[in-house]
């Protein structure tokens, strides 16, 4: 299967702290993004990341990807309450995205 | 722009009715996508159109879903008969360019509840 997979299943910190998520696939990818997802809401786009790149910025978010490893990983800098979602990893395929099962992030205040 | 719209945001029906999602899609975007998402199997993609056409439908459950893209801005699922398992939340979502090189924006979803 070509769908992501996010680890760990669920991550709970305090506020101000970091929060890492990973997520590996199985096949080559042309790019891969990155979701949030808060209760009751549909999916908003954070970040995304092409198979030529290695690291991204974008605010308090960083990501890598290894696609030696078939990895990536999502950086939440200085976390805050309003972080607490469900994050998705998606790989891309050829004419779609394949989702993984998530990371539910926790931050408490 | 309102962003993807999908309509009703909440349905409860009884088992056997017939069940109709709507979407409309953001101005401009040429490519539509249905999702179904439930805690067991996490969010699936149902089928997927481009420029109105479906490209890929391989992950409609079975003969009981059907989707239509009339036109540009407006799309359907239906459900008929529905049962029990339908019940999910039902998201469409949208993109310009097609492919899977750009990010896709997401509707608010529709809650499914057949009893």
């Known amino acids: 299967s070509q769908q992501g997979e996010e680890d760990p299943q669920a991550l709970s910190i305090q506020e101000g702290e970091n929060a890492t998520m990973n997520c590996s696939y199985k096949?080559?990818?042309?790019?891969l993004q990155w979701y949030r997802q808060n209760s009751g809401r549909g999916l908003v786009h954070l970040i995304l990341?092409?198979?030529?790149?290695r690291e991204k910025h974008s605010g308090r978010l960083r990501v890598t990807l290894d696609t030696s490893k078939k990895s990536s990983s999502l950086l939440i800098t200085a976390s805050r309450a309003a972080d607490t979602a469900s994050y998705f990893c998606?790989?891309?395929?050829?004419?779609?995205?394949?989702f993984g099962a998530g990371t539910r992030l926790t931050v408490i205040p | 722009d309102a962003g993807v719209i999908q309509s009703p945001r909440h349905e409860v029906t009884e088992m056997g009715q017939e069940v109709t999602l709507r979407c409309k899609p953001i101005?401009?975007?040429?490519?539509l996508f249905w999702y179904r998402q439930t805690m067991m199997r996490g969010l699936e993609l149902l089928i997927y159109f481009n420029n109105n056409v479906p490209i890929d439908d391989s992950g409609m459950p079975e003969d009981r879903f059907s989707a239509k893209m009339p036109n540009a801005s407006f799309s359907t699922l239906k459900i008929q008969p529905s049962e029990p398992r339908d019940s999910a939340v039902y998201f469409c979502a949208s993109l310009q360019g097609g492919g899977s090189y750009n990010e896709q924006f997401f509707g608010p979803g529709t809650r499914l509840t057949v009893l």
């Open positions: 096949t080559s990818i042309n790019n």
């Open positions: 998606a790989t891309s395929g050829a004419n779609n995205l394949f």
């Open positions: 990341i092409r198979s030529n790149e």
């Open positions: 101005s401009g975007h040429n490519s």
